[in-house]
Nanobody, 128 residues
Framework: QVDLVESGGGLVQAGGSLRLSCAAS????????MAWFRQAPGKEREFVAA????????NYADSVKGRFTISRDNAKITTYLQMNSLKPEDTAVYYC?????????????????????WGQGTQVTVSS
């Protein structure tokens, strides 16, 4: 069983927008912190954004602040990443992640080690 499934990636021109979705398989994910990470070719996976279990707090990497917005709909157990003003350097595989060890957690954790459940990733390519 796959717990997290991302969708919404694709090819877009610089300055364009995309919305990624992460659908969870179980209702318990509505009580967990969720995050987005990305990995560009030849680079390490990096933090993009996180959201608390109830959507009350969010946290962003400096590189995407003001351009990306993370949100969630717990009724649909789905997390979103709205990406605007995309740049070629945003090109990467985007991964949805969750921390299944901490319920009702805030959005403070940005390191890979704080997340133990990952989706398969969705490719985002931004052309110049």
């Amino acid at each position: 069983q796959v717990d997290l499934v991302e969708s919404g990636g694709g090819l877009v021109q610089a300055g364009g927008s995309l919305r990624l979705s992460c659908a969870a398989s179980r209702r318990t994910f509505s009580q967990l912190r969720m995050a987005w990470f990305r990995q560009a070719p030849g680079k390490e996976r990096e933090f993009v954004a996180a959201i608390s279990w109830n959507g009350g707090t969010t946290n962003y990497a400096d590189s995407v602040k003001g351009r990306f917005t993370i949100s969630r709909d717990n009724a649909k157990i789905t997390t979103y990443l709205q990406m605007n003003s995309l740049k070629p350097e945003d090109t990467a595989v985007y991964y949805c992640a969750s921390d299944t060890s901490r319920y009702f957690s805030g959005a403070y954790y940005t390191d890979l080690g704080s997340y133990d459940c990952w989706g398969q990733g969705t490719q985002v390519t931004v052309s110049s």
